[in-house]
């Protein structure tokens, strides 16, 4: 049988804005359709009738026999719709929940292979990840050879990690949403334009919209409603190109551009200066609002507290404002990525796993990673893989801008912003393309896992830094070096380097014009260039050096 490689990509479809009966009409239909979903998210959050069902459509059945009826006002099919988006996303709670321990079950060293298989086989059922959680039997699959004392260890351990991340039970917080399928609903052509009929609360009545565009539209559809505009979202299948044949790359994202492969060109090269614009414009706003905010709570004066409201504080032109911000910074993303793929076309090639967690370095960065749509860039990711034919792999990013391409050494001091120079070996690059050349190596590395942790992955490339070099794995840098002071290396390891016949100090790049400082000749610290011979005086003592010289000269 002929395995079928297609895959789905969601399409936005947007409305011409509907009239004020229509917007209301729409609006009403939102309500009661996320009141419904509310009501059985709350009976299927109960993980005992959960895990009793086999499916969305055996819970129908038994509603159905016992001859309910929509307190919300929905029709028959709708609800029926609402009891399966809310069962659906119950699923994907008890499951996004066991994705955060998988990583866990793969660093159990004590565990044998076999166990570890049957730790994966519970996770991946929602029905036996809700009957784990309430103590329920579970059973096993023919092939589980365990014992049962190793089973019940199993499943104490598996309990105790899902609780700590589990959460609270989904709820509807914004009732903006409906899903149909393709029988609540139909198409048709006037005129030239294209219009969607959709069911409404009325038995026999359809809610007619006309649609930008004229593409088909078929299978399951969802209404989105924001502010006085409608989107239809559906999705389409997408044949797959050929498997592409080019070499593996790595690629490593960042705040400046978007991306950067292993082999020093930079994609998207203006993403740094619009995050940076969108982090100001957005400080300063929230200033502004911040102070309105104030003045409104000051309560001095409750009329101009309430003109403060209205006319000063709405949602409306702040939304349309963020989401051409978010069209803008995708869009460049989308350019990026395709043109990567596109000219690199990777049969398989290494990305870092983006998780931004934990408090950044500054509020300034903290905007810029917000403004920067992480979800976004990882669905293109993805989707553009996919499109391609090219196999992505997810690899252990850590330490991978830090630790040296040629030796291995790792120092936070090797890399200073968007330089890279080892204090070692005096490898000397742009820090991005050393980071997507070391995820790229991170390929099929039978030491170095996805899942694991960071300490192991430091302990490991020191373990081979001293190897390679025949110093210990603890050894440090001369104190007040600074990269690129040290003794002169050679460069990049020759599978980094693409002009390895190139003199000193050029840039060393690929054939397609990309570039990056590759030199074999360590750069000259600050003291250096500015005639000092300590190379630990930085710029601003050397300045206000000069300053106090000229100013006693002037006295």
Not at 115 to 131: D, H, M, P, T, Y
Not at 397 to 414: E, I, M, T
Not at 473 to 482: A, I, N, Q, S
């Amino acid at each position: 049988m002929k395995r079928n490689n297609a895959m789905r990509r969601t399409i936005r479809r947007e409305n011409l804005p509907p009239n004020r009966a229509k917007r209301e009409a729409l609006a009403d239909l939102c309500s009661r359709y996320g009141a419904e979903k509310e009501r059985f998210l709350v009976l299927l959050s109960d993980l005992d009738r959960f895990g009793a069902i086999a499916g969305e459509r055996q819970e129908r059945d038994q509603l159905v026999a016992e001859g309910y009826a929509s307190p919300n006002g929905l029709q028959d099919r709708m609800w029926k719709r609402a009891l399966k988006d809310a069962y659906e996303t119950v699923e994907k709670w008890l499951l996004s929940s066991a994705s955060m321990i998988e990583p866990k079950v793969r660093r159990r060293d004590r565990w044998i292979q076999q166990e570890k298989r049957f730790a994966f086989w519970v996770l991946r059922s929602a029905r036996r990840i809700a009957l784990l959680l309430r103590g329920k039997e579970i059973g096993g699959p023919s092939w589980a050879t365990i014992s049962r004392e190793a089973r019940s260890a199993i499943l104490v351990r598996l309990r105790r990690d899902l609780r700590k991340g589990l959460g609270k039970p989904p709820r509807v917080r914004q009732s903006s949403s409906v899903s149909f399928d393709d029988c609540m609903y139909r198409t048709f052509e006037e005129n030239g334009r294209q219009y969607i009929a959709l069911m409404s609360l009325e038995r026999g009545e359809r809610i007619v919209l006309p649609l930008l565009g004229t593409t088909g539209i078929h299978g399951d559809v969802r209404l989105v409603l924001r502010g006085e505009k409608a989107w239809i979202h559906y999705s389409t299948l997408v044949q797959p190109k050929p498997r592409a044949l080019g070499p593996a790359r790595g690629i490593d994202t960042g705040l400046n551009e978007v991306l950067t492969d292993d082999r020093g060109k930079q994609y998207g090269k203006g993403f740094g200066d619009l995050l940076a614009r969108l982090s100001c414009v957005h400080k300063e706003k929230g200033r502004k609002r911040g102070k309105l905010h104030a003045l409104a709570r000051q309560g001095k004066d409750p009329s101009k507290s309430r003109r403060i409201r209205k006319n000063n504080l709405g949602g409306r032109k702040r939304e349309r404002r963020l989401r051409r911000a978010q069209a803008e910074v995708e869009r460049q993303i989308n350019t990026a990525l395709r043109t990567f793929f596109g000219e690199r076309q990777p049969s398989i090639f290494a990305r870092e796993i983006l998780d931004f967690r934990g408090k950044a370095k500054s509020k300034e960065m903290s905007r810029r990673i917000v403004a920067m749509r992480v979800g976004a860039l990882q669905e293109r990711i993805d989707f553009l893989a996919s499109a391609g034919g090219s196999r992505r792999e997810k690899v252990n990013p850590a330490y991978s801008s830090q630790a040296c391409p040629k030796c291995d050494f790792v120092h936070p001091k090797n890399r200073a912003e968007d330089r890279f120079a080892c204090l070692h070996c005096g490898c000397d690059s742009h820090a991005d393309r050393v980071g997507g050349y070391n995820l790229k190596r991170r390929i099929g590395d039978p030491e170095i896992h996805p899942w694991t942790p960071r300490s192991r992955v430091k302990a490991i490339l020191l373990e081979r830094f001293s190897r390679r070099s025949g110093k210990p794995p603890d050894w440090k840098p001369e104190r007040g070096t600074v990269p690129g002071r040290m003794t002169p290396g050679t460069g990049l390891p020759p599978q980094m380097d693409t002009k390895a016949e190139a003199p000193k100090g050029a840039t060393c790049g690929s054939a397609d014009g990309s570039s990056a400082v590759c030199s074999s000749r360590p750069r000259r610290s600050t003291g250096e260039r500015n005639g000092h011979g300590n190379p630990g005086i930085s710029r601003s003592k050397i300045v206000a050096k000069r300053t106090r010289s000229r100013r006693r000269k002037q006295v």
